[in-house]
């Protein structure tokens, strides 16, 4: 497919430099449908990016849409700041009957505002609140989101150094496998806690993503997250878990921290919890935890209406069965198969691993720089994916869980042939 980048246009002239994503595709989307998005030249792109994992469900889901513009017609609620509505009533009752119940997770719901980084503040302003303590644990290569509170536990030096002040009561640990398996789990972090002269002031909570998504797909084992809740529990420290990103089902069962067989004190979801790609996030917490002052955390966006209908609609159709986790699963070996074939081709001198699970998977490349002219050459022959890791050495794969096993392995094919004509 050969691709004409658009003429100078508004976006160049009037929208911010700040922007990123349009830098790797150029072209104007208009309009999306399942797993494809087609352009204003009627180009058609296999979307292997879901918004971020915000589009889980795919694009434009009809049974979201469906119950998105009945709800509309009928003149339902948009705006509704935390008061009462039927539709946020009936999505905390469907949160509650098909995920909290049958999990036997005893969570309170709190709806922070419209995105991740208003989840991981709130997760953050509680923690502190509950234990009296300022500092926060996070992990290396973690990422949390980018408003202040969220980048002094993210590791990413780039995203850091753009909040223009220090950012402080946060110290990274290192997170699963970061030595290669050469030193014992939290040998570093139990020795800081135990000594009294190290300078690490005792933590309120630590934060952790089950799989660093923006940080490179890396995975933590179930026995590593069993570690750190039991640490945690010892110390009496809080355990929160960001799910913004592999929560909702992307790495098999709704909730990532379920193969670990954990509890969280917190846990934070946003991204495709809204169902159909509208703005919505929420913060967990056991109900002891729930020591809040009216109004003491708020927002203007947090009653999106609109969204609560379509995370309900997902819920009912989705994750009412069991059958979602069943597919995820099944799509994910069928993706780490094709990796494998890759990476079996190409040899551990180019390609250095391949790594997810569920359907979020990365392969990391030896030399940095190809994982983006892999994506390039990707988009170019009609694929989106993009580059993760702390030097964008990681090219990842996030396609909605609705994906069909023959997009699936269009995308694949696609994704074989890009790397193996960026050799």
Not at 92 to 99: K, S
Not at 353 to 364: A, D, K, P, Q, T
Request: include cysteine; charged fraction near 20%; aromatic fraction near 8%.
């Amino acid at each position: 497919m050969t691709i004409t980048p658009p003429a100078l246009s508004v976006f160049e002239t009037l929208e911010s430099e700040v922007r990123s994503y349009c830098r790797s595709w150029p072209a104007v989307f208009d309009r999306a449908q399942g797993s494809y998005l087609y352009d204003e030249d009627g180009h058609t792109y296999l979307d292997f990016f879901a918004g971020a994992g915000a589009l889980n469900y795919g694009h434009n889901n009809p049974v979201l849409k469906r119950a998105l513009i009945d709800y509309i017609e009928r003149d339902g609620i948009t705006h509704g700041l935390d008061m009462g509505t039927t539709a946020k009533r009936a999505f905390l009752e469907t949160f509650q009957n098909v995920l909290l119940r049958p999990r036997d997770l005893p969570y309170k719901v709190m709806f922070p505002g419209p995105t991740g980084t208003n989840a991981v503040e709130s997760a953050l302003k509680l923690a502190r609140k509950v234990k009296g303590r300022e500092s926060i644990v996070s992990f290396t290569n973690a990422f949390h989101g980018m408003s202040l509170g969220s980048l002094a536990v993210t590791g990413n030096a780039f995203k850091r150094a753009g909040a223009g002040i220090p950012l402080v009561h946060g110290t990274p640990m290192p997170f699963d496998n970061y030595f290669d398996g050469t030193v014992q789990d939290f040998l570093w972090f139990e020795r800081l806690l135990e000594d009294q002269g190290s300078g690490l002031n005792t933590p309120a909570a630590v934060i952790v993503e089950t799989i660093q998504g923006e940080g490179g797909i890396n995975v933590a084992r179930p026995e590593w997250l069993r570690a750190l809740a039991d640490l945690c529990k010892r110390r009496d420290m809080l355990l929160i878990v960001d799910d913004i990103q592999m929560g909702c089902g992307r790495t098999g069962p709704f909730f990532s921290f379920e193969e670990a067989g954990i509890t969280p004190d917190i846990v934070t979801l946003s991204k495709s919890i809204g169902g159909y790609g509208l703005p919505m996030s929420l913060c967990l917490f056991k109900p002891e935890l729930d020591i809040w002052e009216p109004g003491e955390h708020n927002g203007t966006f947090r009653g999106n209406n609109p969204a609560f209908v379509t995370a309900a609609a997902a819920l009912d159709a989705y994750w009412s069965d069991g059958q979602m986790e069943k597919q995820t699963l099944a799509r994910g070996e069928q993706v780490e198969q094709a990796l494998t074939a890759i990476l079996d081709e190409h040899g551990g001198e180019s390609i250095v691993s391949v790594r997810g699970r569920g359907l979020v998977w990365g392969m990391e490349f030896a030399d940095k720089s190809r994982a983006g002219a892999v994506s390039k050459r990707a988009f170019e022959l009609g694929l989106l994916v993009e580059t993760s890791g702390p030097e964008s050495e990681v090219v990842k794969l996030l396609p909605p869980l609705t994906v069909s096993p023959d997009e699936l392995d269009e995308g694949l094919r696609i994704l074989a042939r890009a790397v193996r004509e960026t050799a």
